[in-house]
Nanobody
Framework: QVQLVESGGGLVQTGGSLRLSCAASGRTFSSYAMGWFRQAPGKEREFVSA????????DVANSVKGRFTISRDNAKNTMYLQMNSLKPEDTAVYYCAAASNYYYGTTPALYPYWGQGTQVTVSS
């Protein structure tokens, strides 16, 4: 198993930037595909971005393509989400997730391990 802790959320204005971090426990971090999901009030949890266990391949949702970038540093057991050109529609709780596989999925059910979430609020 792996424990995940997100950080870096906060309140920003439209057009601003934030970098979220997901710190993972253990020395098997490099064996996990990782993903970012978000959930706004009254809405379902949605896929944001994902990365393979070795960082070789990534995917991003169309809604954030060109604005968000996922990365990971396996030596530091940490995954990141760089968010630029933020919009009010990006306001949500952002969750870090892990799956013990090389390749990632885009459905929440495919990820057994989750962090506690971090709030991102983008004001108009």
């Amino acid at each position: 198993q792996v424990q995940l802790v997100e950080s870096g959320g906060g309140l920003v204005q439209t057009g601003g930037s934030l970098r979220l971090s997901c710190a993972a426990s253990g020395r098997t971090f490099s064996s996990y595909a990782m993903g970012w999901f978000r959930q706004a009030p009254g809405k379902e949890r949605e896929f944001v971005s994902a990365i393979t266990s070795n960082g070789g391949r990534t995917d991003v949702a169309n809604s954030v393509k060109g604005r968000f970038t996922i990365s990971r540093d396996n030596a530091k057991n940490t995954m990141y989400l760089q968010m630029n050109s933020l919009k009010p529609e990006d306001t949500a709780v952002y969750y870090c997730a892990a799956a013990s596989n090389y390749y990632y999925g885009t459905t929440p059910a495919l990820y057994p391990y989750w962090g506690q979430g971090t709030q991102v609020t983008v004001s108009s």
